[in-house]
């Protein structure tokens, strides 16, 4: 079974928009990480936010923000107030437990702002 | 603040030659990550190293991949032969500990011919 699912291979949003990036997760384990990161043609995978399972607010970074929804088991990004400079990949990642140090990511979704 | 370093950038070999890739980590940096990236898919962990030790080596094809990480500070990961299908980009990532974020680099995109 998939760990981590994006269901959006793609996804357009006009300048100065907000867009939500979805990201489901699947664990048994209580304890676990939630992260983003975002991927430009140049290849580097940049770190964008991270959200514990313990946590009880979202996280936010700046423009980004992470709707947590536990029960769901969903952790979508929020990106506010779209720039060009963010297109790129966006993936979700996810690692589990205490003692594994393994991040598990998802498929990706590549987000294109337009002007 | 220097983030990871990897090098080569780009490689292009023919299969069954050998290739090597470098990465330095950001200093004081004890968990070291290499992580593989088929084209459309996330990265998978190849091998993960706390300080010199690799602890965490049970993605490696060990029949022709290999890494080492000498002083526990730079950290090489080696393909012989390489195939086809070893065709993808390849990260290296660290953090300071387990547990926090990982930072990445550019990654080394291998083509075999």
């Known amino acids: 079974a998939q760990k981590i699912t994006q269901t959006q291979p793609g996804m357009f949003v006009q300048e100065k928009e907000a867009v939500t990036l979805d990201c489901t997760y699947d664990?048994?384990?209580?304890?676990?990480?939630l992260f983003w990161y975002k991927q430009p043609s140049s290849g580097e995978m940049i770190f964008l936010i991270y959200?514990?399972?313990?946590?009880?607010q979202n996280a936010t970074e700046g423009r980004y923000s992470l709707n947590f929804q536990k029960a769901r088991k969903s952790a979508n990004l929020v990106i506010s107030a779209s720039q060009l400079g963010d297109s790129a990949m966006y993936f979700c990642?996810?690692?589990?437990?205490?003692?594994?140090?393994?991040?598990?990511f998802g498929t990706g979704t590549r987000l294109q702002v337009f002007p | 603040e220097a983030g990871v370093v990897q090098s080569p950038r780009y490689k292009i070999i023919e299969k069954k030659q050998p290739v090597a890739f470098w990465c330095n980590p950001i200093?004081?940096?004890?968990?070291l990550y290499w992580y593989l990236q088929n084209l459309g898919q996330g990265p998978e962990l190849l091998i993960r190293?706390?300080?010199?030790?690799?602890?965490?080596d049970s993605q490696l094809p060990k029949d022709r991949f290999s890494a080492e990480r000498l002083k526990g500070v730079d950290s090489t990961l080696k393909i012989q032969p390489a195939e086809l299908g070893d065709s993808a980009v390849y990260l290296c990532?660290?953090?300071?500990?387990?547990?926090?974020?990982?930072?990445f680099g550019q990654g080394t995109r291998l083509t075999v011919v």
């Open positions: 990532a660290s953090s300071q500990s387990m547990n926090t974020e990982a930072f």
């Open positions: 664990t048994s384990d209580q304890s676990y990480g």
């Open positions: 959200q514990g399972s313990y946590d009880e």
């Open positions: 990642a996810m690692r589990e437990g205490r003692i594994t140090d393994k991040l598990i």
């Open positions: 200093s004081g940096h004890n968990t």
């Open positions: 190293y706390e300080n010199e030790e690799a602890v965490d």
